[in-house]
């Protein structure tokens, strides 16, 4: 069992910035990947960013709409995973979960790979 606690959000105007955390606890060592997912009302869960380890190699996905903009990364020995987000836009706004699991390389990006999530945190970016 993988616990995760999130924390970070909150309410910033168009091209601000937040960083958002999540705190992993539990089994983590059976987990080699973390992803940041979001969902906005009325619409499906989508990815945005990944990251996925083996040994001292870590390696990081994001999702075309946030590439440039957001940059996820961990602490050793991925207890903490962040999302920091520059440049926001409205679109952006949705609740934020980080995740848990061990999905195929190719699959990663789909929520449906992973078995444990937090609690989520909002996002609102408006002026």
């Known amino acids: 069992q993988v616990q995760l606690v999130e924390s970070g959000g909150g309410l910033v105007q168009p091209g601000g910035s937040l960083r958002l955390s999540c705190a992993a606890s539990?089994?983590?060592?059976?987990?080699?990947?973390m992803g940041w997912f979001r969902q906005a009302p009325g619409k499906e869960r989508e990815f945005v960013a990944t990251l996925t380890w083996t040994d001292n190699v870590v390696y990081t996905d994001y999702a075309d709409p946030v590439k440039g903009r957001f940059s996820a990364s961990r602490v050793s020995p991925k207890n903490t995973l962040y999302l920091q987000m520059n440049s926001l836009k409205p679109e952006d706004t949705a609740v934020y979960y980080c995740a848990s699991g061990n999905p195929t390389w190719t699959q990663r990006r789909s929520p449906y790979n992973y078995d444990y999530w937090g609690q989520g945190t909002q996002v609102t970016v408006s002026s």
């Open positions: 539990g089994r983590t060592f059976r987990s080699y990947s």
